[in-house]
């Protein structure tokens, strides 16, 4: 068993040594448990071990605290049922501590919006201001670990950062050798900001997220606006004040809920029983999660068919020959819960509700309680192509030598214009124009 890692294969090399160790050691199966990267690199071994007539079948399981690796065949990842329950326990104690409302702000609302750093600061102000109003000093603000990335100006600075990173420039004359625009960004920075700003990136390439500080940015931003407009008369309330919380580690340590722990058994079952079948490079999975656990459905997907190839037009990682990767699954903005969510934003942003949750239950009435985006979405993909399959057993029971000419002409007539549909909604066959 290893343990958990922000690295990824890069090198034939590497690929060689994992190889290499798996016939050494005889292994029959290699389950790999992780997130989007790890089954991404779980996809090329599989392909490797192939190749080299291999007996090491490879396997992946869907575990992620990010909760980013969803798609028709993943409904959900083991461990985001855990963080969701602690870090609303967390927040609902600060909301009680503060008699406060929420506001929430997504990452994929600003990248969405293209709103500046500025932008967010106004909005935060304008809320702060409007809840002033109405006599209410308090309110919690929830950022996104990844917020910072969100945002164009910041973005565009941490490519340039990392491009230099990636040319071997040294941390102290890396500010040199912004191009003017990035650098007067960063000189508008804070100085703790700036330094953080500055540090490598992960072995994926990505900003080490949890060491930049957001929340106090935004926090140093506001209060700079908010004396202005006090000063300006056009803010007459009390002096603004911020605390600021990170909670990046808390969730994390936990002790995983009742959801995650059937989730995560059930999962290793499912893993063994692929392996004793002798597939390859397939993940195991498990459908209709929001039901009880009696009525999920077990099974397994090929990691291929999760893949898509995306290239790099830009930044340090430029390439014009794609990879094929397993990609992060953002916050559908045309989704259900993100539609709920906007639906209630003034109730939520205006009234103080909120719920305080309690720690993690094993028993009792809350202990199946599952995240909200889980119950509300519609993702029974396999179920769905059950039911079509039943329909077209049932079409062809109906349509046979035998049925009356109007049955054949409307069987025709109907299947002639859903395939014409399916073929503008499908992209087309490789070898067909």
Not at 217 to 222: S, T
Not at 370 to 393: A, I, N, T, W
Request: aromatic share 6%; with cysteine; glycine share 8%.
């Amino acid at each position: 068993m290893l343990g958990r890692t922000k690295d990824q294969i890069r090198t034939n090399e590497q690929v060689k040594a994992a190889l290499d160790a798996c016939q050494e050691l005889k292994l029959d199966g290699l389950v790999i448990v992780g997130g989007v990267t790890s089954n991404t690199d779980g996809a090329q071994l599989a392909e490797t071990f192939a190749e080299a007539k291999c007996q090491t079948k490879v396997v992946g399981v869907p575990v992620t605290l990010y909760g980013d690796l969803k798609n028709q065949f993943v409904e959900a990842d083991v461990g985001f049922d855990t963080i969701c329950k602690v870090n609303s326990q967390l927040i609902s104690n600060i909301c009680t501590d503060a008699l406060s409302a929420e506001k929430v702000i997504l990452s994929e609302e600003i990248s969405s919006s293209k709103l500046t750093l500025f932008d967010i600061t106004k909005r935060i102000c304008d809320a702060v201001q409007a809840r002033a109003e109405e006599g209410k000093y308090h309110g919690v603000i929830l950022l996104p670990e990844g917020l910072i990335e969100s945002i164009p100006e910041v973005h565009a600075l941490l490519q340039e950062i990392h491009a230099l990173h990636k040319n071997g420039v040294s941390v102290d004359k890396i500010s040199a050798q912004l191009s003017p625009w990035a650098s007067a960004m960063f000189k508008f920075l804070p100085p703790f900001i700036k330094k953080q700003l500055l540090l490598s990136p992960e072995s994926d390439d990505s900003a080490q997220l949890s060491q930049i500080e957001t929340e106090k940015l935004l926090a140093q931003l506001v209060e700079i606006e908010m004396n202005t407009r006090s000063k300006n008369g056009t803010y007459k309330g009390k002096k603004f004040n911020s605390i600021c919380h990170f909670f990046g580690y808390q969730a994390r340590g936990s002790l995983p809920s009742k959801f995650d722990c059937d989730y995560a058994y059930v999962l290793g079952h499912v893993s063994y029983h692929l392996l004793a079948a002798g597939v390859n490079g397939y993940m195991a999975t498990i459908t209709n999660l929001k039901n009880p656990v009696s009525e999920w459905c077990c099974g397994g997907a090929p990691l291929t068919a999760m893949m898509t190839v995306k290239r790099l037009l830009h930044g340090p990682g430029v390439s014009l020959i794609g990879k094929p990767s397993i990609h992060p699954a953002i916050v559908d903005l045309r989704g259900k819960p993100y539609e709920m969510l906007t639906k209630d934003a003034e109730k939520f942003l205006m009234n103080d509700l909120y719920r305080n949750p309690g720690p993690l239950q094993f028993e009792g009435p809350g202990s199946d309680g599952k995240p909200f985006s889980l119950c509300v979405e519609d993702q029974d993909y396999m179920g769905r192509v059950k039911e079509l399959q039943s329909y077209l057993h049932k079409v062809k029971m109906i349509v046979k030598p035998g049925c009356s000419q109007q049955v054949l002409k409307a069987a025709l007539s109907s299947m002639s214009s859903v395939v014409n549909i399916l073929s503008l909604m499908s992209p087309p066959s490789k070898g067909h124009t």
